[in-house]
């Protein structure tokens, strides 16, 4: 989120504008705890809350631009000096336990340490909270306080058991009146999925609750700081001073401020709730808000020790891990279920004394691969249907062809498609895989009914009176069950539905290619579009390929590709799928997407053809192909090289001299030994590195030695090292008419400046 999207200074925060209230630089802390920022390495005291004569006994003018012995004493100043020294992540180290001498006596405080970017300049945030619970506290003490928690957790095989036993045991740990496990959907809506709670209180479990609860900025904190207290929903905020930096001009960002005061408004919801304390832990997955562990306190405020939040974020990130592991089982296995239909739907698809149509419908049919009422299959010139198809098909199949997209979802067809709509007015939702030719293969689903559980409301906003007569608007008064009919919507279209179905239609492209009589045309067009549309642009480089057909047209499996990496660099490749036509035209485009995703992953040359050689052996096991992979630093001309049964690269040097470049060659993937080996080489400025296929120089009429000698002194330069590397005279030199090879030729060239 930018600056630019904040509340103006002094702005007040409603339901309508709170998504952009910055709640990360609030500019005050809750004040069961006294916050300071100091420099570094001096540790003067830049910023302090306000409360630090309450509970330190310590004026805010005692303690601002002075050491931070003053304010907590010099044995706790010098213990703080060891730690920063000793230990690089702060966050990792929380609590450091103190002494601090105030006018009642010593204060044992726990100390929570992190740094923040202010400016051009790092401050030390100190937080000090009277200390309670066990001492000392340590990670054995955490480890030990959740351990059979997560045995529990450990033994759990469905979701809701996890749920259960997070929610029962983080309410035995914490003595909270009521903890829930919340679990968002896709638009962030959350439902109460687990509950744990005092025996007088009334259920929350299975009711919903909007995105708007929970703005993006809120999110976004939520996967920073996986645990947030509020010990007093109504306490005085205790403002930082002074509220800006007088260098910078800017608050001091408290985002991963453990005091950090919390959103007004968000306080006033739980106040409406009749909650008196809170705290939250975050489930995440891979680093994304799934869900929250949400704990509420009626009696009045509530501290549990520093050492309990800790152990209660501790059993948080186990079961994220749990959830994450659990999910990803169920995914796996519904993959291979989808695999294993996929696999039979095709292999009857690709018989062509079937009519395909009837391929796709019969068992096992497109309803067995994606869960509808019913489904249409409109190839080959027939339509046939299965399952619960509507009139006013044709009307379906005519907008399916006309649109942009080659997979079409819809899951509420009356409002996103009204014209459609009235066609097929039983239909609610469309999953359909546009085909070449107008051809489609259709799912449909009728509206599903259901209700919704809201806790409250959700579409109500209360409207609280100011002083001076103006209004605000403020969060609902009422978390009572409100039922919401939902209607003219199907069942979502899942995730991993739509990606079978994704998957499904490249195949389907496949049979129909194999199914053509123009079948050398759509094999070339099928090759030609596997290959890049467009070559990268890099400064002091240059990039140009070429491929061409065999005599005759015939669709190898050539392929070339270049692509700019994360890091910086630049992957180019050439590659060779032993036979010709379609089939090894497909084998080419699964092997190239593999390759890059190994690329995009960050594997070097060698690891990216051990992963090929992989997916080639388990996925195409009568498949075999040549590769070779260069990842050029374009700042130095450096390159990690791996070579997989193809023609060694030619690397132009800067006098001009082409050079075979020496490297070693692993066997073909497919066939490879499994530890393919890794070179190095380097692209000298005003140089080039030339990557090509054996059909450039291995041909019936002349020798690879002689092929190789030809493309060097096409490439040679030592008559004029000045004279520029033009792909197409290489590809005029080497090129041989009446070739039964098609040919590929890549070549890269490095600026002499």
């Given at each position: 989120?930018?600056?630019?999207?904040?509340?103006?200074?002094?702005?007040?925060?409603?339901?309508?504008?709170?998504?952009?209230?910055?709640?990360?630089?609030?500019?005050?802390?809750?004040?069961?705890?006294?916050?300071?920022?100091?420099?570094?390495?001096?540790?003067?005291?830049?910023?302090?809350?306000?409360?630090?004569?309450?509970?330190?006994?310590?004026?805010?003018?005692?303690?601002?631009?002075?050491?931070?012995?003053?304010?907590?004493?010099?044995?706790?100043?010098?213990?703080?000096?060891?730690?920063?020294?000793?230990?690089?992540?702060?966050?990792?180290?929380?609590?450091?336990?103190?002494?601090?001498?105030?006018?009642?006596?010593?204060?044992?405080?726990?100390?929570?340490?992190?740094?923040?970017?202010?400016?051009?300049?790092?401050?030390?945030?100190?937080?000090?909270?009277?200390?309670?619970?066990?001492?000392?506290?340590?990670?054995?003490?955490?480890?030990?306080?959740?351990?059979?928690?997560?045995?529990?957790?450990?033994?759990?095989?469905?979701?809701?058991?996890?749920?259960?036993?997070?929610?029962?045991?983080?309410?035995?740990?914490?003595?909270?009146?009521?903890?829930?496990?919340?679990?968002?959907?896709?638009?962030?809506?959350?439902?109460?999925?687990?509950?744990?709670?005092?025996?007088?209180?009334?259920?929350?479990?299975?009711?919903?609750?909007?995105?708007?609860?929970?703005?993006?900025?809120?999110?976004?904190?939520?996967?920073?700081?996986?645990?947030?207290?509020?010990?007093?929903?109504?306490?005085?905020?205790?403002?930082?001073?002074?509220?800006?930096?007088?260098?910078?001009?800017?608050?001091l960002d408290l985002t991963h401020a453990v005091l950090r005061s919390v959103s007004p408004i968000h306080c006033e919801y739980l106040g409406n709730m009749g909650v008196a304390a809170s705290m939250s832990i975050s489930l995440l997955r891979d680093g994304r808000l799934w869900g929250l562990i949400a704990c509420h306190h009626y009696a009045g405020p509530f501290e549990p020790p520093y050492g309990v939040r800790a152990a209660a974020e501790f059993l948080g990130s186990t079961l994220s891990l749990r959830l994450v592991a659990r999910v990803e089982e169920d995914e796996l296995a519904d993959r291979l279920a989808s695999a294993e239909v996929l696999g039979r739907l095709v292999e009857n698809a690709r018989d062509e004394d079937r009519p395909l149509a009837q391929a796709l419908l019969d068992p096992p049919s497109l309803l067995d691969l994606v869960p509808a009422d019913g489904a249409v299959a409109q190839v080959d010139g027939a339509v046939l249907t299965a399952g619960d198809v509507p009139r006013g098909v044709g009307a379906l199949l005519t907008w399916v062809a006309e649109q942009p997209d080659d997979v079409v979802v819809r899951t509420a067809l009356a409002d996103e498609e009204p014209d459609l709509a009235r066609h097929v007015p039983e239909v609610a939702g469309v999953l359909a895989l546009r085909l070449p030719d107008g051809q489609s293969a259709v799912w449909l689903r009728r509206e599903q009914v259901h209700h919704v559980d809201w806790g409250g409301d959700p579409h109500n906003k209360a409207i609280a009176r100011r002083e001076g007569g103006t209004v605000r608007l403020s969060p609902r008064l009422s978390f009572e069950l409100w039922r919401e009919t939902v209607r003219g919507r199907s069942a979502p279209w899942e995730d991993r539905h739509v990606r079978t179905a994704t998957e499904l239609r490249a195949r389907l492209l496949e049979v129909l290619v194999l199914r053509s009589r123009t079948r050398l045309r759509a094999a070339q067009t099928v090759q030609r579009s596997l290959l890049p549309?467009?070559?990268?642009?890099?400064?002091?480089?240059?990039?140009?390929?070429?491929?061409?057909?065999?005599?005759?047209?015939?669709?190898?499996?050539?392929?070339?590709?270049?692509?700019?990496?994360?890091?910086?660099?630049?992957?180019?490749?050439?590659?060779?799928?032993?036979?010709?036509?379609?089939?090894?035209?497909?084998?080419?485009?699964?092997?190239?997407?593999?390759?890059?995703?190994?690329?995009?992953?960050?594997?070097?040359?060698?690891?990216?053809?051990?992963?090929?050689?992989?997916?080639?052996?388990?996925?195409?096991?009568?498949?075999?192909?040549?590769?070779?992979?260069?990842?050029?630093?374009?700042?130095?001309?450096?390159?990690?090289?791996?070579?997989?049964?193809?023609?060694?690269?030619?690397?132009?040097?800067?006098?001009?001299?082409?050079?075979?470049?020496?490297?070693?060659?692993?066997?073909?993937?497919?066939?490879?030994?499994?530890?393919p080996p890794a070179g190095r080489l380097h692209v000298p400025a005003g140089g080039a590195l030339v990557l090509y296929s054996d059909g450039l120089v291995d041909s019936r009429a002349t020798r690879l030695r002689d092929g190789l000698a030809r493309l060097r002194a096409a490439v040679d330069r030592t008559d004029d090292p000045a004279r520029p590397l033009r792909i197409d005279d290489v590809l005029d030199a080497c090129r041989e008419e009446g070739s039964v090879d098609d040919l590929t030729l890549l070549v890269l060239c490095r600026d002499a400046a």
């Open positions: 989120m930018t600056e630019a999207t904040f509340l103006a200074p002094g702005e007040p925060v409603d339901l309508d504008n709170c998504a952009r209230e910055p709640i990360h630089v609030p500019g005050s802390v809750q004040p069961r705890g006294v916050l300071l920022a100091v420099s570094e390495p001096d540790l003067v005291v830049a910023h302090v809350s306000e409360n630090v004569a309450h509970l330190l006994g310590v004026a805010v003018e005692d303690a601002l631009g002075r050491p931070l012995d003053a304010t907590v004493g010099a044995r706790s100043a010098a213990a703080v000096r060891q730690h920063v020294a000793a230990w690089g992540s702060l966050r990792e180290r929380n609590p450091l336990q103190l002494l601090v001498p105030t006018p009642g006596g010593d204060l044992e405080v726990d100390a929570v340490l992190h740094r923040v970017v202010s400016g051009d300049t790092t401050l030390l945030v100190i937080e000090l909270e009277p200390a309670t619970g066990p001492r000392p506290f340590s990670f054995p003490n955490t480890y030990q306080a959740v351990r059979g928690v997560v045995e529990q957790l450990n033994r759990a095989h469905e979701l809701t058991e996890m749920y259960d036993i997070t929610a029962r045991e983080v309410r035995a740990l914490t003595g909270f009146d009521r903890v829930m496990v919340y679990r968002f959907d896709a638009e962030y809506n959350g439902e109460v999925v687990a509950e744990a709670r005092r025996d007088d209180l009334n259920a929350f479990l299975g009711l919903h609750y909007p995105a708007s609860d929970i703005p993006p900025q809120a999110r976004a904190l939520y996967e920073k700081n996986w645990v947030r207290l509020i010990s007093d929903v109504a306490y005085t905020p205790a403002r930082i001073v002074p509220g800006i930096d007088g260098r910078t001009g800017l608050p549309a467009s070559l990268p642009v890099l400064d002091g480089w240059s990039v140009d390929a070429r491929y061409e057909p065999a005599a005759g047209g015939r669709v190898g499996g050539d392929w070339y590709d270049a692509l700019l990496l994360p890091d910086g660099r630049l992957a180019v490749v050439v590659g060779d799928v032993a036979g010709h036509g379609l089939e090894a035209a497909a084998a080419m485009g699964q092997l190239r997407n593999a390759l890059r995703a190994y690329l995009l992953r960050g594997d070097g040359p060698a690891q990216v053809l051990r992963g090929l050689d992989h997916v080639a052996r388990w996925t195409m096991p009568f498949e075999m192909a040549t590769v070779v992979v260069a990842v050029v630093d374009p700042v130095t001309g450096d390159a990690d090289v791996a070579v997989a049964g193809h023609p060694r690269p030619v690397v132009l040097h800067a006098d001009g001299r082409a050079e075979l470049v020496q490297l070693p060659v692993d066997r073909p993937v497919g066939v490879g030994s499994g530890d």
